[in-house]
């Protein structure tokens, strides 16, 4: 615990790293890639260059002091971090970097303000978060490492399988080169491939599984994305039998188990995680509605499956919705998304698990619509990488 007159500091001090938290992660991280380029691989670089991993970070520091005496209030925001985390293989050593560095951005943007006080406070308030988080990281680590088929760090795979899925979007199914068996997971977590050289950079990054768990490989459908340095590897360099380095299952965004019914609502490469959730409620009963928006049959993924589900199991509605159709596409609805198109799906009570994922405005699109239609605000469900305020605003 912290003493009060370093809560009192640090709670003083959050207007005005409110005021310059863009400029105090602006400065952070050129410094923390200068000082420890061994921490490159952890951060994904387009996400950088758009700004939303430093927003996301100055909303955290900034989140994390106003509540620092309450803590209990950011339990849902440290779980996604840790489980972010987890995902990407942080150690504890890399908290100290990060530390140092924060502290000394905090110190050339705030000047003559960042008294020897302020910067120490700080550096109390810091080392109590990161051992709140290195603990609950430590936790899943050795969780996962104990599962049956589980393990910890690094493991490699083989791809015993390849589908396009539509024009843009290819499955990869792989298969642990050793044989031992694999972890059950959550439907709606995700995977960390991890590279070490992709024209001499190592890179990770995560994508959802995109099947139930309980097979004999780990899948995931990837878009290739124009600019997507792994995107674009995995669809032109990945063979069958090629190896690749794998961390296990991680996130909490997860499928809830209960008899609901379930709104997977989803848009372009939206569509994996939610593909699992289908796949692992499908012969449950419980009542699906599957709705997802594209621009054209072209680029829609999982359509010829889905259609079977839904015949095999009546339970099972799909609806799609094409934005730019082509005169050989058969939608249910042509056009994007709006309220009245949703709430032809939702019972007259509102009471459903609502999932919805897609690109950024299609997110921001569909919370609005899942709130202005009543569905209750812990029964909405999402998951985006960066500050929640873009779906908000």
């Not at 024009?167 to 990869?172: D, Q, R, Y």
């Not at 768990?213 to 899948?219: E, I, N, P, Q």
């Not at 589900?309 to 939608?331: G, M, R």
């Not at 698990?353 to 469900?381: C, D, W």
Request: charged share 20%.
């Amino acid at each position: 615990m912290l003493d009060t007159a370093t809560v009192q500091i640090i709670k003083a001090t959050v207007p005005a790293l409110q005021i310059y938290a863009n400029d105090i992660t602006s400065h952070f991280y050129p410094l923390l890639f200068v000082q420890h380029p061994e921490v490159l691989p952890y951060f994904n670089q387009t996400n950088q260059g758009k700004g939303t991993q430093p927003k996301a970070l100055a909303n955290a520091v900034i989140a994390y002091g106003a509540n620092i005496d309450e803590l209990g209030n950011l339990s849902e925001a440290v779980s996604k971090i840790v489980q972010k985390h987890v995902a990407l293989g942080i150690l504890p050593e890399q908290y100290d970097a990060v530390g140092s560095c924060l502290l000394q951005a905090i110190k050339t943007v705030l000047g003559d303000a960042a008294t020897d006080e302020v910067i120490d406070a700080w550096a109390k308030a810091y080392g109590q978060l990161a051992n709140i988080l290195i603990n609950a990281e430590e936790s899943i680590y050795t969780e996962n490492e104990q599962k049956a088929g589980g393990w910890r760090g690094e493991r490699d795979f083989t791809l015993v399988k390849r589908v396009d899925e539509s024009s843009v979007i290819t499955s990869f199914y792989f298969q642990p080169a050793d044989n031992n068996g694999l972890p059950s997971f959550e439907a709606g977590q995700f995977l960390t491939l991890v590279f070490d050289d992709i024209d001499g950079v190592s890179m990770r990054r995560n994508y959802s599984l995109s099947d139930a768990a309980g097979k004999d490989y780990l899948r995931i459908s990837v878009k290739r994305e124009p600019n997507g340095v792994v995107s674009n590897h995995l669809h032109d360099n990945i063979q069958l039998g090629d190896k690749v380095k794998l961390r296990a299952p991680s996130g909490d965004f997860t499928l809830r188990k209960n008899t609901k019914p379930l709104i997977l609502l989803t848009g372009g490469v939206g569509i994996t995680p939610a593909i699992s959730m289908l796949n692992t409620e499908a012969g449950s009963g419980r009542d699906i509605r599957f709705i997802h928006a594209a621009i054209n049959s072209d680029v829609h993924a999982f359509k010829q499956h889905v259609d079977q589900l839904a015949t095999a199991h009546n339970h099972i509605k799909p609806l799609y919705i094409y934005s730019q159709p082509e005169p050989d596409c058969q939608p249910h609805a042509t056009g994007f998304i709006d309220a009245s198109l949703i709430a032809e799906q939702l019972p007259a009570d509102r009471d459903v698990e609502f999932y919805l994922l897609g690109p950024t405005g299609f997110m921001k699109a569909a919370l609005a619509i899942a709130t202005s239609l009543g569905v209750p605000e812990n029964q909405i469900h999402y998951e985006f990488f960066g500050p929640s305020e873009a779906l908000t605003a």
